[in-house]
């Protein structure tokens, strides 16, 4: 993972570092619950009024919280693609689902019998299903934090819903037309030697998954609060399931509204993180579009100093020329051999000046000005130049392995530049080979990536950081005659188009080039500077 992904990443929830500060407050929040746990336990079963309208309205609000965690842990799969959001979002559904289900199945509150065509012990045994699915998610979310993630081809969220949808009727169906079968968890209003084993089972997943989640020690900002949550949870089923006595009693109430509570808190902190992060990607952006702005001048009076200055000088340099030229023609009898030799390393002199200042040039003119794109025949194009290359080296024995090539989209002329410039450094370096090859193809992917491959002299890769600098050269002018500025003028074409250049090799093996267009330039990077 490259350091530019590290700090994308690290502005997401489930993967941002907590801080000392929200570690505290996890820890004040934790303490809290135990501390009400702890003053409610004594008065667990004290019998209270029976509240018929407690069981929808305490439903109705933990579903709306579940639901709304499950969208926020959504969106940060569809950006990170982590498995282990995945299936806690999952988890969230699952609890959102049956706490309705639980609901409308509850006796009393909207038929004598509830809605499924259960029996007695069909809302006690949902309640046990939805508070031990939970955990379980947890536990695969803990187990699957390291895993790789999900491969941007893939599109996993309808089976995902679809197999939640498919466990949640799986387990009404055992609960209703299963019933019979069933064990008896409650019995005239009281609970059973059987409730008690099941609920036990339970409250141990609850604490495997709290310690599932402990043992990691490096929390982000998600893993605390679900160590909240965790520890909420165990608290709740403790109040209203172990150490109360029946329905409708304080235990019953307090842990229902202790659960609501704690979850409704971790929800408003996950908003709150959200908001808090917005605030700052939108102080970033900020920043980034001055830095942008400022860049951006920059880059202008840069490439009008770069045109100024190789435009300017090419006067005086040809004054320089034209001279040298008539004293080597007219005077050239009335110098002695060291002047007629300064005057020829004068006018070579001269003559690199010119190259350099026409590859400052045509450099500078590689601007921010927007790309004219359309869809271009890449075979046809690289045959094109192969044809002119071919005629200006006719007295080499040089074999070009051409394969299909698929279309780009890419403004002609300048792609021209880059396979021209890249197929011409292939024939420069190839030079001292008696048999010469060059190999043109790509390799599928999105997007492909083109490559012109030699079997040239090579260059060592401990130089390879120097190679699309401007006027950096691997070879001296003695080896093979250059300038410095086509691979730099490649790069920045290619980048001009959204895309990546890069090169292998060995010295005395060859060298390999692949560069890579954006499918839409005019959509990605492609119209930056």
């Not at 996950?270 to 605030?279: C, I, P, S």
């Not at 267009?517 to 005019?522: I, K």
Request: aromatic content about 12%; overall charge positive; some cysteine.
């Amino acid at each position: 993972m490259t350091q530019r992904q590290s700090e994308h990443i690290s502005l997401f929830l489930p993967t941002m570092p907590a801080s000392r500060s929200e570690r505290k407050l996890a820890i004040a929040l934790i303490a809290i619950s135990a501390i009400f746990f702890a003053v409610c336990l004594p008065f667990a079963r004290t019998p209270l009024a029976r509240v018929d309208a407690f069981i929808p309205i305490y439903a109705s609000a933990l579903c709306i919280n579940d639901a709304i965690t499950a969208l926020l842990l959504f969106g940060q799969f569809s950006i990170l693609r982590s498995k282990a959001i995945l299936a806690l979002a999952l988890g969230y559904t699952f609890t959102a689902l049956m706490t309705a289900i639980h609901a409308l199945s509850f006796p009393g509150l909207f038929s004598p019998a509830g809605l499924l065509g259960g029996g007695t012990q069909t809302t006690v045994w949902l309640y046990m299903f939805w508070h031990g699915g939970f955990p379980l998610f947890v536990i695969a979310y803990a187990l699957l934090k390291d895993r790789r993630p999900v491969s941007a081809s893939a599109r996993p969220l309808l089976p995902a819903f679809a197999l939640v949808f498919a466990l949640v009727l799986s387990l009404v169906f055992v609960v209703s037309a299963g019933h019979p079968y069933l064990p008896v968890l409650l019995f005239q209003g009281q609970y059973t030697a059987a409730l008690f084993i099941t609920v036990f089972c339970i409250w141990g997943l609850s604490f495997a998954a709290l310690a599932m989640l402990w043992r990691k020690r490096s929390y982000s900002v998600l893993d605390l609060w679900l160590l909240v949550v965790l520890c909420a949870w165990i608290f709740d089923i403790g109040l209203s399931a172990i150490f109360n006595a029946k329905r409708f009693d304080l235990g019953f109430y307090a842990g229902r509204l202790y659960g609501l509570l704690a979850a409704s808190l971790v929800l408003w902190m996950l908003l709150l993180e959200n908001t808090r992060l917005y605030a700052r990607l939108a102080g970033m952006h900020e920043q980034q579009r001055r830095k942008n702005a400022e860049l951006e001048s920059l880059n202008r009076d840069l490439e009008s100093f770069g045109y100024s200055v190789s435009h300017d000088l090419r006067s005086p340099l040809l004054v320089i020329s034209q001279f040298t030229n008539i004293l080597e023609e007219e005077h050239a009898s009335a110098l002695d051999e060291n002047g007629r030799r300064y005057l020829s390393l004068v006018k070579k002199s001269s003559a690199k000046m010119h190259s350099l200042l026409e590859g400052l040039l045509a450099f500078s003119k590689i601007g921010p000005k927007p790309l004219r794109t359309e869809t271009v025949d890449v075979d046809g194009l690289v045959q094109d130049i192969l044809q002119d290359l071919k005629s200006t080296h006719n007295g080499r024995n040089i074999r070009f392995d051409i394969a299909p090539l698929p279309p780009a989209v890419a403004e002609k002329a300048l792609l021209r530049q880059v396979w021209w410039n890249l197929l011409e450094n292939a024939v420069k370096y190839t030079r001292p080979r008696q048999d010469a090859v060059i190999t043109v193809g790509h390799k599928a992917g999105d997007p492909a990536a083109y490559f012109v491959a030699d079997n040239g002299v090579g260059f060592d890769m401990a130089y390879a950081h120097k190679l699309f600098g401007v006027f950096q050269r691997l070879h001296t002018q003695q080896e093979f005659e250059g300038t410095g500025v086509g691979l730099a003028i490649v790069e920045r074409i290619v980048n001009k188009h959204g895309g990546h250049i890069w090169a292998e090799s060995a010295k005395g093996s060859g060298t390999t080039f692949y560069f890579t267009l954006a499918p839409d330039p005019l959509t990605g990077i492609g119209n930056q500077p």
